[in-house]
């Protein structure tokens, strides 16, 4: 039954998607599309574009992380740094990460570095504000009790900070994985010779429709599989708090 519910929805889709392709000569039919999916991405273009964009999607990403988590925990334990770098954290947060592309592209040059610094962007904002706010909202009574057992130091960030703000941080690091894959796209469009986005936009102006859907159809499965690869890591990392049977779910 299981099956049937998660499988329904996509049939549906792709009937009326049948339904009404060939209508127009820029919706082909979804075997016209399967075709070209197979005979591009099954290629060298698994090589030379997907592989390059997935890896600067990564690289990104992790960064993004480890700057987003290092700086919102000193900031949310902090009162007084929170308030001063409160305004500069808002200015900054309501730049739309591709408004800084062309800035980006004069810093970096046009090569993955270039795409990287895009994608952490707009992805560190998001763990930066989840984790101040996660590490705000930790229990004071648990504070307390770390205090009076004297537990301080790496062990005390370790088990109490990380740990306590946890889900609010793997909310951000869920957040940011979909912000990630639009701005590898975005970044991968600009002065760029490979990558999904680069290839999509190429087939487009070449009027290569049905293999310009497959790529659009590739994004979504990549979307896919990173949000079911990321649910696992984080019913695993936050086992503790759904209940002794979320690592095996």
């Known amino acids: ?6 499988l329904a929805l996509p049939v549906l889709l792709v009937l009326g998607w049948w339904a009404v392709s060939g209508s ?13 999916f197979v005979a591009t991405w099954f ?10 964009s997935v890896g600067r999607l990564l690289a990104g990403y992790a960064v993004a992380g480890v700057l987003g988590v290092g700086l919102g925990v000193p900031i949310g334990l902090s009162r007084r740094l929170r308030a001063t770098l409160e305004p500069v954290l808002e200015f900054f947060r309501a730049i739309p990460p591709p408004v800084l592309v062309p800035l980006i592209m ?6 993955t570095p270039m795409k ?19 590490v705000r909202a930790l229990d004071e009574v648990l504070a307390d009790t770390c205090r009076m057992y004297g537990v301080r130091g790496a062990t005390r960030m370790r088990r109490f900070v990380l740990r306590g703000a946890s889900p609010q941080i ?12 639009i701005l590898m796209v975005i970044s991968e469009m600009f002065a760029s010779s490979s990558g999904l986005g680069f290839t999509i936009v190429l087939f ?4 290569q429709i049905a293999e310009m ?3 659009i159809l590739l994004l979504g499965l990549l979307g896919l599989a990173l949000s079911l690869l990321f649910r696992r890591v984080e019913r695993w990392v936050l086992s503790w708090y759904y209940g002794s049977g979320a690592a095996r779910a």
């Open 1 to 6: 039954m299981r099956v049937v519910n998660l």
């Open 24 to 36: 127009s000569f820029y919706l082909p039919s979804p075997e016209a599309v399967g075709r070209a």
């Open 43 to 52: 290629s060298e273009r698994l090589l030379d574009d997907v592989l390059p």
């Open 106 to 111: 004069l810093l970096a040059g046009i090569d």
């Open 116 to 134: 990287v610094l895009v994608i952490v962007s707009g992805c560190v904002w998001p763990i930066l504000l989840n984790t101040v706010e996660g």
């Open 170 to 181: 793997m909310t951000g690091l869920r957040q940011a994985l979909s912000i990630g894959i």
């Open 204 to 207: 487009q102006r070449q009027f």
């Open 213 to 215: 859907w497959s790529g």
